[in-house]
């Protein structure tokens, strides 16, 4: 039985003030990835009555099934302007997410997840996405940008952290034409301040297919999760603390 959705969901914010339900004349850009995420982030602006745009990057990720799970996404619920942009990110090097010649970490401990920058970490990705995002948006004339970072499961990533999103909250206000004309432009991260559980938690009570999402970041060819990389390990303890089985084991 589906519950209601928490009526306090976090959000971090730009520079106008939150929305509510039932405004569907508002308009923003949902990053997509095709994670769970970002799939629970694209559910709740829905939920709040936005009309949503959908970008998803390709940007050399060695996870690219993910890709795939963003179109499935977007079609299940329902957001048919869903673009799919290319940037390489793979001449930088340094990221084991875009070069192949490092290894995914996996089986590390609760405690080495929570210290440290890991070398999953892809240097100033969230800046580039939401440059693009505010670029989608702007050109859309939405008014908000919606993505799926979370600070608590993923603390060693420093563009995850709410003074990240205050701060690119700012710069869209200068570095846009909509900003210096006086138009707002929120960043909205909603699950921010959520654990992986409570993350899930909101998701299940909107309705989000999690059999439709990919979370690892080496899955097999067909896109099985290898069950051991850290994102599948924070996912795999989010449906534990919830005491649900995850959909995308069964599929």
């Known amino acids: 039985m589906k519950t209601a959705p928490p009526k306090d969901t976090p959000v971090t914010a730009g520079c106008s003030g939150s929305t509510t ?18 799939a629970t982030a694209a559910a ?18 060695r996870h690219r099934h993910e890709l795939l799970c963003a179109r499935a996404i977007a079609t299940g619920m329902g957001i048919g302007d869903h673009v799919v942009i290319g940037v390489d990110f793979t001449p930088f090097g340094t990221s084991a997410l875009v070069d192949t010649r490092l290894d ?18 892809v240097p100033a990705r969230n800046t580039v996405f939401l440059s693009l995002a505010l670029a989608m948006a702007e050109a859309r004339g939405a008014g908000a940008i919606v993505l799926g970072v979370n600070a608590i499961d993923y603390s060693g990533y420093p ?3 709410p ?9 869209a206000q200068l570095a846009t034409k909509a900003g210096i004309e006086g138009q707002s432009m929120e960043i909205l991260a909603p699950l ?19 059999g439709l999402t990919s979370s690892c970041y080496d899955p097999s060819h067909d ?12 996912r795999a303890a989010g449906f534990a603390a919830v005491g649900t089985a995850d959909p995308r084991l069964s599929r």
Not at 104 to 121: C, D, F
Not at 163 to 171: C, K, S
């Open 44 to 61: 709740w602006a829905l939920h709040q009555g936005y009309r949503l745009s959908a970008l998803s990057i390709d940007y050399g990720q």
């Open 223 to 234: 896109g099985g999760p290898c069950g051991q990389c850290d994102s599948c390990l924070l």
């Open 21 to 38: 339900a039932g405004h569907p004349e508002k308009s923003a850009v949902v990053l997509l990835s095709g994670g769970l995420d970002s």
């Open 104 to 121: 995914v970490p996996k089986g590390r401990s609760n405690e080495a997840l929570s210290h440290g920058v890991p070398i999953t970490y």
């Open 159 to 161: 563009d995850c952290r």
């Open 163 to 171: 003074e990240f999103i205050a701060a690119f909250a700012t710069l």
């Open 192 to 210: 921010g301040t959520l654990s992986k559980a409570d993350i899930i938690r909101l998701g299940l009570s909107l309705g989000v297919d999690y």
